[in-house]
């Protein structure tokens, strides 16, 4: 969290009085919205611990949601190496976008990023395979109970590992793992977000 020598030290004259706000989901990570802060809406964010923003449409402050009651719960602030950009993670209470996304940049889905999103694609191309040399397509073309079957013997191996293997050895037998029960959810038409947005629920619910 930003401290009170940071605020003395951030550059709002670059932007005459202004500062870029970046705003990241702290559950997801996906980025939900830009905006902009003068120093005064950047005191009342931190004190509120709701993010509140300069319009330079309106020219004054507003806190986002005052209209749809869908707040930015902040919970932490941080300020980039050239002192000039801020980027906040937050819980939002509802949609960020006025579009009823939720985010400003298209759907969750579409914006999600990291290497687990990349396998389930490349699962979910290799799935209507015809190349036998497919690991993944063979895999699912045996149905789901070999998968489960797979599924339940990478666990097996990765309890050993993690009881009396080595480091190396228990990352490796993780990945398998990782990814045969991805092939599962696949198998059965789950995504990698439904598993997500079920873990962001029991997060908001019980912290």
């Not at 905006?35 to 300069?54: C, K």
């Not at 986002?64 to 719960?73: D, N, P, R, T, V």
């Not at 209470?93 to 990349?118: I, M, N």
């Not at 998968?147 to 490796?172: C, F, H, N, P, Y």
């Amino acid at each position: 969290m930003l401290t009170d020598k940071d605020l003395d030290n951030i550059d709002f004259e670059k932007m005459n009085g202004l500062i870029p706000v970046v705003i990241q989901d702290a559950v997801t990570h996906s980025v939900l919205m830009l905006g902009f802060m003068n120093l005064e809406a950047l005191q009342i964010s931190i004190a509120s611990q709701r993010v509140t923003f300069f319009s330079r449409t309106k020219q004054r402050l507003w806190t986002k949601g005052e209209s749809s009651g869908c707040f930015l719960q902040i919970k932490d602030i941080w300020l980039d190496c050239d002192k000039d950009t801020i980027l906040i993670s937050a819980i939002p209470e509802g949609p960020v976008c006025h579009t009823g996304d939720t985010t400003c940049f298209g759907k969750e889905s579409e914006v999600r990023t990291g290497f687990l999103h990349a396998l389930e694609s490349i699962i979910e191309e290799r799935s209507g395979s015809k190349d036998q040399s497919s690991y993944t397509a063979a895999l699912l073309a045996n149905g789901v109970q070999k998968i489960a079957q797979k599924v339940g013997e990478e666990a097996v191996e990765t309890i050993l590992e993690a009881v009396g293997g080595s480091d190396e050895r228990l990352i490796s037998e993780s990945a398998d793992l990782l990814y045969h029960w991805m092939v599962l959810l696949k198998s059965r038409n789950i995504s990698l977000e439904m598993v997500e947005d079920e873990l962001k629920r029991r997060h908001v619910l019980h912290g």
